[in-house]
């Protein structure tokens, strides 16, 4: 396959995993993702497993067990069940052994007291995702006054303290989460620098000071 070709099947299935993304509470048969590929189911699941690393419908089940992972961390108000239920699996007793095989944690056991660690070792590296070229923008906008929680230590740890810093918007009302803006500041590449060294700022529009 030349690279002009190996090019055009690329941008086909990044279209296609974005597709997955954005409707992950949907049916998605190999039948339809295909004709957005153009190509027949068959050779589709061949060039699919060949780019992500995976059979599609475990890509799929990764995808959704990934985002119930966040709800369960960052969404205390979200009941189990519906979580399973969106994740498409029928019943809690299914979502939690498929859960607790992805995580080593089950589903209720990793809301109390998540293992992001372990959680970043077990997650599968998502070769099209990591492929994704991302629509870098540099804009301006005027001063604004935040609230800042800064972690530093290992890269896989931030989702702990972003789960600290979102519980304390809700608590405190003081940053909404639904009508202020977010911002991430990475001081480090956590590719090149000590895992004890690394630190990223968690920020939150606010309108009043906040005290220390």
């Known amino acids: 396959m030349n690279d002009l070709i190996s090019a055009a099947y690329s941008e086909r299935l ?16 190999i039948e339809a993702l295909s004709r957005m590929a153009h190509s027949s189911p068959f050779h589709f699941h061949r060039q699919f497993i060949t780019w992500s690393g995976l059979p599609l419908y475990r890509y799929i089940q990764w995808l959704r067990l990934r985002r119930a992972s966040w709800r369960l961390a960052f969404n205390p108000q979200d009941k189990v069940i519906d979580i399973a239920l969106d994740a498409g699996f029928q019943n809690p007793e299914s979502f939690t052994r498929a859960f607790k095989t992805a995580f080593g944690q089950s589903p209720r056991r990793f809301r109390q007291s998540p293992d992001w660690l372990a959680w970043h070792q077990r997650v599968p590296k998502l070769a099209l995702q990591e ?22 230590g290992h890269p896989d740890k931030v989702n702990a303290s972003a789960a600290k810093f979102i519980a304390w918007r809700r608590e405190t009302g ?32 606010v309108r009043q000071p906040i005290a220390e």
């Open 14 to 29: 990044r279209r296609v995993c974005d597709h997955i993304e954005r409707h992950l509470d949907e049916p998605l048969s």
């Open 131 to 152: 492929q994704h070229v991302m629509d870098v923008k540099i804009v301006e906008f005027p001063p604004t006054r935040v609230a800042m929680l800064t972690h530093l």
């Open 174 to 205: 003081q940053s909404p989460i639904a009508s202020s803006q977010t911002f991430g500041i990475a001081w480090h590449d956590p590719q090149t620098t000590p895992p004890a060294q690394f630190r990223f700022d968690i920020c939150g529009s």
